[in-house]
T-cell receptor, first 115, second 110 residues
Framework: GAVVSQHPSWVICKSGTSVKIECRSLDFQATTMFWYRQFPKQSLMLMATSNEGSKATYEQGVEKDKFLINHASLTLSTLTVTSAHPEDSSFYIC???????????FGPGTRLTVL | SQQGEEDPQALSIQEGENATMNCSYKTSINNLQWYRQNSGRGLVHLILIRSNEREKHSGRLRVTLDTSKKSSSLLITASRAADTASYFCATDKSGSRLTFGEGTQLTVNP
């Protein structure tokens, strides 16, 4: 069964509004989670590494003030897209790191559409 | 920038045939992983091969890794219509941060 959940599964919002996406680990205390973005028919691009109890580490070119990440507990990381614009429309996927070989388990993704 | 490149970009086969997808990368890695993604869904981890391994099997999946050529292949034997999906390779260079390839869209026709 699923080990990572995301909420909401899809969201439509108006330009300029902020949207929060939740990523929950269902049966594991995830110290590290990752956030990815995927545009249609493209690959996944790592946005940031979310570390429980500390600041997220952002990849080059990702605006930390626009994509706010909070990992306040071992089972929940949130990504807030602030002042969303149509170009932020994408599929956002989180993953958690677990296991001896550091495998990543992915959430089902959140489809964001900004009008 | 994307490290992994996959070919073919799209592959269409008949049920029962084998499907082979290739992945190339540019820098040294700790391991390489293959994932499957059904349309509009999250990713499912298929198999992980370490940099010191050359071949690994899991059910109908066979993965090879050639670190000298910086390439990997994923073979799906006796394909089924349910195997239709996008398949991505991902390299782990360090810190478990994955770099994904562009993906191969596999269509298995019944």
């Amino acid at each position: 069964g699923a080990v990572v959940s995301q909420h909401p599964s899809w969201v439509i919002c108006k330009s300029g509004t902020s949207v929060k996406i939740e990523c929950r680990s269902l049966d594991f205390q995830a110290t590290t989670m990752f956030w990815y973005r995927q545009f249609p028919k493209q690959s996944l691009m790592l946005m940031a590494t979310s570390n429980e109890g500390s600041k997220a580490t952002y990849e080059q070119g990702v605006e930390k003030d626009k994509f706010l990440i909070n990992h306040a507990s071992l089972t929940l990381s949130t990504l807030t897209v602030t002042s969303a614009h149509p170009e932020d429309s994408s599929f956002y996927i989180c993953s958690e790191l677990r296991g001896a070989e550091n495998e990543q388990f992915f959430g089902p993704g959140t489809r964001l559409t900004v009008l | 920038s994307q490290q992994g490149e996959e070919d073919p970009q799209a592959l269409s086969i008949q049920e029962g045939e084998n499907a082979t997808m290739n992945c190339s990368y540019k820098t040294s890695i700790n391991n390489l992983q293959w994932y499957r993604q059904n349309s509009g869904r999250g990713l499912v981890h298929l198999i992980l091969i370490r940099s010191n391994e050359r071949e690994k099997h899991s059910g109908r999946l066979r993965v090879t890794l050639d670190t000298s050529k910086k390439s990997s292949s994923l073979l799906i034997t006796a394909s089924r219509a349910a195997d239709t999906a996008s398949y991505f390779c991902a390299t782990d260079k360090s810190g478990s941060r994955l770099t994904f390839g562009e993906g191969t869209q596999l269509t298995v026709n019944p």
